[in-house]
Every structure is written in C-alpha cells, then in structure tokens.
C-alpha cells in the first residue's frame, strides 16, 4: 500500500513560533503537494513539487515556505506562526505525468496557533 | 482556468436510500481525469472513483456509480444502499492530462459534508 506519513496528527504552537510539518511517502512518487483544509473552503494549494529541491508556489503561498531535500520527505515550514495559520495540513503525492492514479494523502495535521 | 463546482455544502441520507451528490467543472479541454474522493472523520482522504472523459460509459465501484455528462460538464456521485460509514466530506477533483507544470495537478470542488441518519 501506498502511504504518505504525517509526522504529527495534533499540534499547537504559540504565535511566531517557527513550525515544521514534516510528510514522507513510501512510493517513489515524483509530485508532493501541502494543502491546508478550511471549512467552506475546501482544499487550497500551498506549495507544491516535483523533483528533489523543486518547489512550486500554489494558490496561497504566503507565510509559508517548503524544503524537498529528498525524494521522500517534503516539508511545510511557517517562519512565524500566526493565529490565522490555524488550520488543518493535508500533505498528498502522486507520480508524475500519471494523472490517472490521482493523489494518496496522508491523514492530516490539525495545527492550533495560539 | 478550469474550475471544480459542489454546490450541496451538506446533504443527509437515510440508511439503506440512494443519494445524489452534484459536481460541475469547466474546461476547454477534451481529454482529462474526474474523481471523487471521501474524506471520513478520520481524516484520510480515500479515492471513492474515477472516470475518464474519453470513456462514454459511466464509472462504478461497488455501491459507487457515477453521472458523467460530458456536454454538460456534470460529474456526479450515487451512493446507493447508503450505510453508517458513508458519513463523509466528498470531494469532487479534476485533473487535465496536460502535466506540464501545475497543469496536472488536481483541482478540487470545496465539499459536500454527507449524514447518513440510522
């Protein structure tokens, strides 16, 4: 089975706390993706990649910041955590150029910025 | 730019009893990918189904069946002999078969969040 790992289900980081998120995926899968999970908004891309050290910008980059130093592990970094950060984190890969398999996602973190 | 529509941000069902869940999506293309992905209390989002434009006949898993209306740029979801553990949030995504860059990548409606009532 394909898995992609969260390293934390909960977290809860005081204002301008420098966060880490951390996600691994077992498949050799070439795309990693964070999303963050609101209601009534649904999912909305941060920060994508595809390749080692390759980052994309998503749809709402800002405040955040991503490191891909292995094939595996793709990283959501907040330089200074902020109430408004609040949120749930999904982290999801895929292979490249095989849109048909769509995405696995791993479980999420809830992140509470106090 | 290509846009997923869930326009039901709740529906509820009773057990055993079928129910509809609604998608719309823009597009200029001809050939891309339509998923339905559930996402239960647990947080995991799993892959429910997929659909192919390409492909005329319509999609389906088990008690999972889909309405592909490609003129229509309709994609919906029925669940039939609905159980407990279909309660979820149903994402309807797209994805073109342009995986240049961010083509590929999925494109997601905002939610449809499904009661199942015993």
């Known amino acids: 089975d394909v898995k992609v790992t969260q390293s934390s289900r909960y977290l809860v980081k005081r204002t301008g706390e420098k966060v880490f998120l951390e996600c691994v995926q077992d498949?050799?899968?070439?795309?990693m993706f964070w999303y963050r999970q609101d209601p009534g908004l649904g999912l909305r891309l941060i920060y994508f990649?595809?390749?080692?050290?390759?980052?994309e910008k998503g749809d709402i980059p800002e405040g955040y910041s991503v490191s891909r130093e292995k094939k595996e592990r793709f990283s959501l970094i907040l330089e200074s955590a902020s109430t408004n950060q609040t949120s749930m984190y999904l982290c999801?890969?895929?292979?490249?150029?095989?849109?048909?398999?769509?995405?696995?996602f791993g479980s999420g973190t809830r992140l509470t910025v106090v | 730019a290509q846009t997923v529509t869930q326009s039901q941000p709740e529906m509820s069902v009773q057990e055993a009893e079928t129910v509809t869940l609604s998608c719309t999506y823009d597009?200029?293309?001809?050939?891309?990918?339509l998923f339905w992905y559930k996402q239960p209390p647990s947080r995991q989002m799993i892959l429910v189904i997929r659909?192919?434009?390409?492909?005329?006949q319509n999609a389906t898993e088990n008690r999972f069946s889909v309405n592909f209306q490609k003129a229509a740029k309709s994609f919906s979801l029925k669940i039939s002999d609905s159980q407990l553990g279909d309660a979820a949030m149903y994402f309807c995504?797209?994805?073109?078969?342009?995986?240049?860059?961010?083509?590929?990548?999925?494109?997601f409606g905002k939610g449809t969040k499904l009661s199942v009532k015993p």
């Open positions: 659909q192919e434009a390409y492909k005329q």
């Open positions: 995504a797209y994805t073109s078969l342009n995986y240049g860059g961010s083509q590929g990548n999925l494109i």
């Open positions: 597009t200029s293309e001809s050939d891309y990918y």
């Open positions: 990649s595809y390749d080692v050290k390759m980052k």
């Open positions: 498949m050799d899968h070439e795309n």
């Open positions: 999801a890969s895929s292979l490249l150029a095989r849109p048909y398999y769509g995405y696995t």
